[in-house]
């Protein structure tokens, strides 16, 4: 014999019945979703080899874990909150109890005394619970929770009913979000709904319909499974989106890395052609040193270039993207520009283009671009003349041969010694004892005008523009962790100078010293807090011609079939 609770109208369960045949006629998809959910719960409970398998992939194995951290920060976080709302709530019961005593008040009083030292030993640290203990803490919470359910009812008729169950809603409810487990979630509020219907109904027989608990507690689950459901799946999309990008980044940045080993320089642009990043390989070519992140690439073009460099891009982009053309077995093409570089220079350079599509989650692809110099011809020298005839090239290299010996150390004299505004001072040690006091030692003292801007195009001498344009990123980085402290002298092996003469011939200092100068009065200061400039000696020696970047010189001077004509033009 049923419990007179239990007892149901039979014309409601017909009605009941009817509605629910119309409604599984009028939705055709009624089948499916119940094809899914039913998948749904063999998933949770019983995994098949193929989800164990995907379970062992690196990429769910990560999206695991990274959720079991996200569990337990967001559960010591509220239980750093929790702990200080709990004490009104307990304030609340314990005044109630002391005028109205009872023993579901006493039990009631004692299961909010065991939250608030749950709460109180985790935010202080007394509970560090680790990512793989996780759900076992909300085992525990959940049970707690099944057992102030049914053990700990409220009278429908009490003063504090309405108080208990919004505080029994709320906490399923914040359980459901604070752990994010929607397979045990599905197992526990199910159970505190059974808990709560058998505490209402059997156990302490509160004299509630039947029916309107059943229609109550059937709310209270869809409404907490639908939210557990729910913030699972945000959070594990919103892990998957920072996994994809941060393996993206890892990828872009490994292969940048490798191209740095191959060409000169990579640059990675945005689908809007600005430059993604500092550009650092682009400083290093065009000896700027301002950070480039979110200039438009074109702009370091020619003008008469930035037209056949976007037809390019746009042309490379659709063939590597469309499957008949074979995106990814085919090379990268290739087009040669000009860099604009300091002081109106331009820098030849070889561009291979390969479209990155989807990253970073961007609707149009990213371009990566690698970057080869052309050494040889970079900075040709302008032609402003026609080409003289050969009889110009044969008396120019007469007179040339006919010069003395004082006319050439004349000319080489005034080609060493050009008016320097900044010289300030100068040292000779001299020999007096040579017929011609030769010069042992010259010492130079240079002071930078007033007003003078520290630019390339200033008179100031400088390391920058005696040494090799190649050379000047290496040794500036070099110069830099010495001053800081983290280099040593040896680091700096040797540096090619300009010879004065002739700038496409370098003199290469095999041994280079550093050592950190210190003027006399700095010694003798007696005021520690005066901060002095730190200056670098550089001491050169073993002193070689370096003739790797000279061209093979013409032999033209030797051919005298065509003295006196102009020879006919090349096309």
Known sequence: MLPEAFCVDTRLLVTLLLVMIAHWRVNPSSKSDMKFIVQWLQQAFAPTPTDKANEDNSRNARVSESMR?????????????????????????????????????????????????????????????????????????????????????????????????????????????????????????????????????????????????????????????????????????????????ADAETLVSSFQHVLRGICDGDILLTSNMTIHGPGEC?????????????????????????????????????????????????????????????????????????????????????????????????????????????????????????????SSGTSTASSVWEPLPELAGMTLLVDGSSPLLDIEQAHLSFERPVGDEEREASMMPSLRKVCRRTDWESIRKKIDRFVSGEGAAQELRSICLRMPDDRRRFLKAKCVQMSAFEPPHEEDSQDQSITVPIKICLQLSHFVQDESRLRKQSELAGIRELHGRRPASVV
């Not at 053990?151 to 003063?159: D, I, Q, V």
């Not at 008469?304 to 090379?331: C, M, V």
């Open 282 to 406: 682009l400083q290093h070519l065009l000896m700027n040193r301002a950070s480039l992140h979110g200039k438009a690439f074109e702009m370091l073009l020619p003008p008469d270039e930035r037209q056949r460099f976007a037809d390019f891009i746009n042309a490379s982009t659709k063939a590597a993207l469309e499957p008949a053309h074979g995106a990814r077995t085919t090379p990268p093409t290739c087009v040669r520009v000009s860099f604009c570089g300091a002081s109106n220079t331009r820098v030849p350079a070889d561009i291979f283009h390969v479209p990155v599509p989807h990253l970073f989650g961007a609707e149009h692809p990213y371009h990566l671009l690698a970057i080869s110099v052309d050494s040889e011809s970079r900075n040709p020298p302008p032609l402003t003349q026609d080409i003289p005839d050969m009889a110009r090239i044969l008396d120019r290299s007469e007179r040339r041969k006919s010069r003395t010996a004082t």
């Open 69 to 245: 951290e996200v569990r337990v920060k967001t559960y010591v976080t509220l239980s750093r909150i929790f702990v200080h709302t709990l004490v009104p709530i307990q304030l609340f019961v314990l005044s109630d109890l002391l005028r109205n005593p009872s023993a579901n008040g006493w039990a009631q009083m004692g299961f909010l005394l065991i939250g608030y030292f749950m709460h109180w030993s985790v935010a202080n640290g007394a509970l560090c619970p680790k990512p793989h203990q996780i759900r076992g803490v909300c085992a525990g919470w959940y049970t707690l929770l099944v057992a102030f359910t049914l053990f700990a009812p409220c009278h429908p008729t009490g003063r504090d009913a309405l108080f208990f169950l919004g505080f029994k809603i709320g906490s399923r409810l914040t359980m459901t979000a604070v752990f994010l487990d929607s397979k045990m979630s599905l197992v526990f509020q199910a159970l505190i709904s059974v808990a709560s219907l058998v505490s209402d109904l059997v156990i302490h027989n509160t004299g509630q319909e039947a029916f309107m608990l059943l229609a109550m507690e059937i709310q209270h689950f869809v409404g907490s499974m639908t939210l557990s459901a729910t913030l699972e799946f945000l959070i594990r999309s919103r892990i998957l989106a920072l996994l994809d990008v």
